[in-house]
Structures are given as structure tokens and as C-alpha cells.
T-cell receptor
Framework: NAGVTQTPKFQVLKTGQSMTLQCAQD?????MYWYRQDPGMGLRLIYY???????DKGEVPNGYNVSRLNKREFSLRLESAAPSQTSVYFC????????????????FGAGTRLSVL | QKEVEQDPGPLSVPEGAIVSLNCTYS??????FMWYRQYSRKGPELLMY????GNKEDGRFTAQVDKSSKYISLFIRDSQPSDSATYLC???????????FGAGTRLTVKP
């Protein structure tokens, strides 16, 4: 059971370059999320998708775009990378409908460490 | 001021000690309170969750929520070297997309 898989694990970009971070989950979850984690800041939500075909902005969306390709996959794109986007990026998913414990559990991938020079 | 404040530590304790980790928050709309554990170079994993005020115990871990004081705690009894990790508090209101995380406390349990 793979859970949430993120690729790549590491990436170095030059300012102005573009790239797409990939995320896939095999748990049949409806909601998926992209976070960034910076020292002293905790995890901050960039974008989320409550279902296939829908996406919404989170706390820090500027400079990013997302695509919910299908129920399994949710990608994050940096069109023109900036040094301020140097961070660790986490994708997460959850079953977000109904009641009960499952609604509170976000499952995270292992992260993508991105450096923008 | 951040919505969720968490002392980043680092915290170092001997094996077998009782560990107390804490967060304070400012948003009275938060209803669900969670603790995540994050090992180095890994993603966070849910350790405990509590709805509203009260205590919850799971093995060596106890989570406490005091909504009147806007204060949550995680206690680890008989701490083990395998508990060495960063602990993140998290909380939200009705929607999962409103989750707010603390900055994390790095804990080291020395054998």
C-alpha cells in the first residue's frame, strides 16, 4: 500500500525556471492538499482540491498553480520559480465526507525538497 | 501574531522521562485538535486527535484540550529513543482546508 507518493524527492531550480511537482494517492480519497513547510512557520496550505475537477486557494497560493488531473493525482506547478519558494512541499489526502475519525486524518507524502537559486 | 504558537525547542530528555508538549491558539472557532509526529526527512503522520475540550489517551500518549484557555498539550509517558521526532500540533474548525499547524517542537530522547 503506497499511500501518498510524491515526485521528485529533491529538485534544484534557477530563478525563473518552471517545474511541476507530482502527487498521487491510492487510498480513493476525495480531497487532496498541497502544503509548504518552512522553518519556524509550520505547514501552510497552498491549494486544495475537494473533489476531481475542483481546486481552491489556501493560505499562500501566490506563485503556484494546481491541477487535479483525476481522483488519484494532484499536481503543483511553479511557473517562474523564485528564491522565496525554496521550501519542503508536502502533498496530503483525506476522505473528507461523512462523519467519523477518517475525516480528520490527512495522510502525507514524504515531501519534495526544492531549492531555488 | 500567529494563530497557533508552539515552542520549537529543541527539547532533550532522558529515556523514560515524561514529556510535555504544548500549543496555544487564538481562534475560538477551532474544534478539532491534532498532534502529528514527523520523523526527519519524512512526512507528518497523525498521532492523536481530540474533538473539543477534554482528554484522550492512547497507550503512552495523552492529549489534552482546554478550549477555555485555548491551550492544548501532548504528554508522552516512558519516553523512548524511537519517540525522537518533531511534533506538530494542528487544529481546525469545520473544514479540513482550514487546518492550521504549529511550527513543531523537535524532541530528542537520549538512551
Amino acid at each position: 500500500n503506497a499511500g501518498v507518493t510524491q515526485t521528485p524527492k529533491f529538485q534544484v531550480l534557477k530563478t525563473g525556471q518552471s517545474m511541476t511537482l507530482q502527487c498521487a494517492q491510492d487510498m480513493n480519497h476525495n480531497s487532496m492538499y498541497w502544503y509548504r513547510q518552512d522553518p519556524g512557520m509550520g505547514l501552510r496550505l497552498i491549494y486544495y482540491s475537494a473533489s476531481e475537477g475542483t481546486t481552491d486557494k489556501g493560505e499562500v497560493p501566490n506563485g503556484y498553480n494546481v491541477s487535479r488531473l483525476n481522483k488519484r493525482e494532484f499536481s503543483l506547478r511553479l511557473e517562474s520559480a523564485a528564491p522565496s519558494q525554496t521550501s519542503v512541499y508536502f502533498c496530503a489526502s483525506t476522505f473528507d465526507r461523512g462523519r467519523g475519525v477518517a475525516k480528520n486524518i490527512q495522510y502525507f507524502g514524504a515531501g519534495t525538497r526544492l531549492s531555488v537559486l | 501574531q500567529k494563530e497557533v504558537e508552539q515552542d520549537p525547542g529543541p527539547l532533550s530528555v532522558p529515556e523514560g522521562a515524561i514529556v510535555s508538549l504544548n500549543c496555544t491558539y487564538s481562534n475560538s472557532a477551532f474544534q478539532y485538535f491534532m498532534w502529528y509526529r514527523q520523523y526527519s526527512r519524512k512526512g507528518p503522520e497523525l498521532l492523536m486527535y481530540t474533538y473539543s475540550s477534554g482528554n484522550k489517551e492512547d497507550g503512552r500518549f495523552t492529549a489534552q484540550v482546554d478550549k477555555s484557555s485555548k491551550y492544548i498539550s501532548l504528554f508522552i509517558r516512558d519516553s523512548q529513543p524511537s519517540d525522537s521526532a518533531t511534533y506538530l500540533c494542528a487544529m481546525r474548525g469545520v473544514n479540513n482546508n482550514d487546518m492550521r499547524f504549529g511550527a513543531g517542537t523537535r524532541l530528542t530522547v537520549k538512551p
